[in-house]
């Protein structure tokens, strides 16, 4: 275990909070009940990263820091989504486990001292897998969609969904902590790091008051994080269609000719030629823009577009952030 603040820490865990004012009471009072049957309430602490909420979330969580010891609030000085924020909290993470969770009580604090108990078998890393998810159908969709990308960008295992609930050794965290880019995906991370992956099965509570933040743009936001930050294959797939296009088009041209050979008073079809103009033209832009996603994010990494930038704190979190804290 490491010792911080005179204190040794068997687990941390990080919760990016956002527009929760109502919650927040109820779930640190929970964790803490939690913490208490797994012998771990002396040993842990609750990292609450307020990503710039709208609401009264920030002084919700400055009240709890003064109620709870255990309680540290980071707050950052505007919205920088769900994994940035959660950077910051692994920034700032002193545990020897990491456990990460939303803040919506969806996420049974129970589970904790199990998905604990997992990676003491040799494992760096437990998910959680929802036997009865409690999310709106397109959610649904866009998950799976999301599970079969990750598969063949990321070379996620089969069996491995990647939720938000999840339990990370230090190591793990000290790596996945190295990438200061402006765009993170923490699972994409955690799959570069380490394969010694596993999950465990829980079940996933109805959100206690309220609606999900995550809608279907900020849900095509993180696809796009995903494939473009961690692998090359989009820009792979778009040279092969250019292949295939050329070769279509050369095979074409060769019947065109053919035709016009045999058939010479066969007028040349406009309504085939600009169907042929508007599908080139379409991929040829698709091409593009993806090639400007890369490049648009590589520009930003180079100009120092900060992960996330700390505003406040309710107290010293631990580990100084030696990159993004301003």
């Not at 919760?15 to 913490?35: A, F, Q």
């Not at 309504?271 to 698709?286: D, E, F, K, P, R």
């Amino acid at each position: 275990m490491r010792q911080t603040a005179g204190k040794m820490l068997a687990l941390s865990i990080v919760i990016p909070v956002y527009r929760s004012e109502e919650i927040l009471p109820v779930l640190v009072e929970t964790i803490y009940d939690e913490m208490q049957k797994a012998k771990l309430e002396d040993a842990f602490e609750l990292l609450l990263v307020n990503d710039c909420s709208p609401d009264h979330s920030w002084s919700v969580i400055c009240t709890l820091a003064d109620r709870f010891s255990f309680v540290k609030g980071i707050s950052l000085r505007r919205n920088f989504g769900q994994h940035n924020a959660t950077m910051a909290g692994l920034n700032h993470a002193s545990g020897e486990i990491v456990v990460v969770m939303d803040d919506d009580l969806q996420h049974p604090p129970g589970a904790i001292a199990e998905m604990i108990e997992t990676l003491s078998n040799g494992y760096d890393v437990c998910y959680t897998h929802y036997l009865n998810r409690q999310h709106a159908l397109w959610k649904k969709a866009g998950s799976c969609v999301n599970n079969w990308v990750a598969k063949r960008l990321l070379n996620k295992p089969q069996d491995i969904y990647l939720s938000s609930f999840k339990a990370l050794r230090k190591e793990v965290v000290d790596e996945v902590i190295k990438y200061d880019g402006p765009y993170a995906y923490v699972d994409g991370l955690i799959l570069d790091v380490t394969g010694a992956i596993t999950s465990i099965e829980i079940e996933h509570q109805p959100r206690l008051t309220g609606e999900g933040n995550y809608n279907f743009r900020r849900s095509l936001s993180l696809w796009f994080k995903m494939a473009t930050s961690f692998s090359i294959l989009p820009l792979r797939l778009a040279s092969y269609v250019g292949f295939s296009l050329a070769a279509l088009s050369l095979v074409m041209i060769g019947v065109v000719l053919t035709q016009k050979i045999l058939h010479p008073e066969v007028a040349a079809g406009w309504a085939s030629l600009m169907a042929t103009v508007l599908l080139i033209g379409g991929v040829q832009i698709l091409c593009i823009g993806m090639i400007g996603e890369y490049l648009g994010r590589t520009y930003l990494k180079i100009n120092g577009k900060p992960q996330f930038v700390i505003g406040a704190r309710t107290a010293n979190p631990g580990q100084e952030d030696n990159h993004q804290d301003e």
